[in-house]
């Protein structure tokens, strides 16, 4: 489940990456501002055009109704009768803008006449007050009447309504126009604008496309050239093109590249020489140390026979010098690591005899308490869990004390599959929080609440460096009761390395330990 989470989250931050990528972002400021652009320039025009469009159509209506009112007016008679203003409602309506028009007046026999030449269409009634009242506002020192208009909308259709009152008595007339063919033409222009700023931002977002790719393109090059220097490929250098900034950071990049390929190159000539050294000094060590050992020996088996006052320093000979030939064989161990030429010679090995035949070997078998069930079975190179082994419970014993508990046990997991744990667990006052991230350094043998040991500090390192050979890990804690436990994880089935898996299939299938490396 942890796994799959962390999969998900991931997952997460791959698309939050490429949603906050440079070229998204170069394609979305080319789209905001062409869109803005697009959309004010249209919003203008549309604005410009709709007024001229309405104040075109309006006056045209307007003018025409005041000359045919005025026009009408003159046939009309001082004391009109009904019919007669009815008659000439239908006159002023008889025009080419389609315009319906109400008469209003005081008729022969004293009686207001309204007369409308379509009352199915305009009646006095849809007339705004506001518009009533203006008409009948005479302008103060004046005996004209204004011609006022007022835009409306009825029954969702926008209409124009005007209204003026003959001068001389005349009647008061009002006209309602239909702005219908207008706002078609209006609507057929915002859907032009809307399609012509779609296209706009659809052109500057092709336009950005290839304006990103033209300017990411270098910088995708060199990200892929930095990727290639980042995996060890120190070799890498890039084409320089142009004269602009971005060569001359090419320039750089090159420049950076060369520099730091020498300077690994000094380093990997100066650690090849150093070790090289070490392996040359424990070779040259083995020889005269078998020698001296086999002295030695010979030395300690008469020390009984010696006299008392040169015993203590023969026994002193002795014991430093089986701790300088560890430390020659360990040196020669670790030069090997960091060669990369450690060999594996795998077989099947039975967990629990493996953790008895080393305990019983060093005749621990008293101050070791083992629960291993036998049938563990694991494809292992049995030599080098024997060193894993005899370094955990051997520093178990030395730094925590008797007894030492070794525990075995399998585990499985989706994420790594079949596992061995082998457990190791002392008696003693546990590791400083402190010390815990170096107890696997190399020559680190620092503690507070330890004695000082005799080893060579390699003992731990070489255990782990081991176990990273079969893929497995070492990990160290304090137990909550006190002392400290050191957990060893082995696969059930260890790998060869690729290259030393092609020389195991040329020779038959089988894996061969390199000459001169112990079995």
Known sequence: MTDAREGRVRGWLRALLRLTSLRLRLV?????????????????????????????????????????????????????????????AAGVAENALDYQVVLVDEIADGRICQAESDPARFRLDMVPAQLIEAVHERREGSAEYHLYWQRVSLGGEPFLVGGTRVIGGGPTGYMLASLAPEEDDLTSLSWSLGIATGLAVLGSILLAQAAATMVLRPVQRLSDAAQRLGEGKLDTRLEVRGADELAELTRTFNSSAASLEQRMQDLSARESASRQ??????????????????????????????????????QLVVSETRRLNDLVENLMEVTRFDAGTARMVLDDVDIADQVTACIDARAWLDAVHLDAPRGIIARLDPRRLDVILANLIGNALKHGGSPVRVTVREEETPAEGQQVLIEVADEGPGIPEAVLPHVFDRFYKASASRPRSDGSGLGLSIALENAHLHGGDIAVRNAPDGGAVFTLRLPREAKLPEREAAVAERNGGGSQAPEGEAR
């Open 28 to 88: 979305t400021v080319f789209a905001l501002v062409a869109l803005v652009a697009a959309v004010s320039v249209s919003g203008i025009a549309y604005w410009l055009n709709r007024d001229a469009v309405l104040t075109r159509a309006q006056n045209t209506a307007l003018r025409d109704f005041r000359k045919t009112l005025a026009d009408q007016a003159t046939t009309l008679a001082e004391r009109p009768m009904c019919d007669d203003l009815h008659g000439m």
């Open 277 to 314: 050294f070490v392996a040359d000094m424990s070779h040259e060590l083995r020889t005269p140390m078998t020698a001296i050992t086999a002295m030695t020996e010979v030395l300690e088996d008469e020390v009984d026979n010696l006299d008392p006052m040169i015993a203590p320093a023969v």
